[in-house]
Structures are given as structure tokens and as C-alpha cells.
């Protein structure tokens, strides 16, 4: 499928954690265009960290270059302050993982439910 527009992605367990926080996919798109803008916290190699749901909640987001977005990770302040070096660095290299994949791989995993297109008025 050729995209022409940026796409907008999270995975399972994101969609999960949200539909439990009760962050809607609309509010999920405001963040990803705050994030679009720089309102996040760079934590190098396409991984951002943005706050959520009147800051309660916490999102990890993998970048593509303006591409694609990929919720990667939620969690409530409450539970965690932040993640951690390692689980860092792993966003990283899931980070590279995605700006390697080719559309006919983000079309399979679209197609098998391992992401969850958002943000797409279609």
C-alpha cells in the first residue's frame, strides 16, 4: 500500500494499555503531532518519550523520519517514573528495526495485527 501522507502506528500492547487508560486513539493523534512539533522529550535514535492523558501516563515513540509514528510502549507515572538504560537502548535498536522495514513489512504486520493503523481519516 503507498502512502503519500505520514501514518501513524502502535502495537498490541499499546492499544491494550490505552483502551485500559482510556486514551483514545484521537488523543493518541494530538500527541503524535506534538511530538511531529518537538513538544517531546528526544531521547535519541527516533525514540521520544511523550507525556499523556493530563500527564498520568507515559508513551514511547519510534520515528521514521517524518514517515511513520509507532507507539512502542505506555505506562502510568504512577507505576514508574521512566524506563530504564537498557530497556533505552532496545527502543533504539526496535527504532532501527522499524526504519529498515520496507511498506510490504509494515503491510504484513498491519495485515496480521501486530500494528494498529491510527490517525487515518480513510
Known amino acids: 500500500m503507498q502512502r503519500d501522507v505520514r501514518t501513524d502506528f502502535q502495537n498490541g500492547v499499546v492499544f491494550q494499555a490505552a483502551k485500559k487508560a482510556r486514551i483514545s486513539d484521537r488523543a493518541l493523534?494530538?500527541?503524535?503531532e506534538q511530538v511531529a512539533r518537538g513538544q517531546a522529550d528526544d531521547l535519541g535514535g527516533g525514540v521520544f518519550k511523550k507525556r499523556l492523558n493530563d500527564n498520568m501516563h507515559r508513551s514511547i515513540v519510534l520515528a521514521k523520519?517524518?514517515?511513520y509514528w509507532v507507539f512502542a510502549y505506555l505506562f502510568a507515572k504512577k507505576d514508574r517514573a521512566n524506563i530504564d538504560d537498557?530497556?533505552?537502548?532496545a527502543f533504539r535498536k526496535l527504532a532501527e528495526l522499524y526504519r529498515r522495514k520496507t511498506q510490504a513489512e509494515l503491510?504484513?504486520?498491519?495485515?496480521?495485527?501486530?500494528?494498529?493503523e491510527i490517525c487515518n481519516d480513510d
Open 86 to 89: 537498557d530497556e533505552l537502548m
Open 29 to 32: 493523534c494530538k500527541a503524535i
Open 107 to 116: 503491510d504484513a504486520e498491519i495485515g496480521t495485527g501486530a500494528l494498529l
Open 65 to 67: 523520519a517524518g514517515e
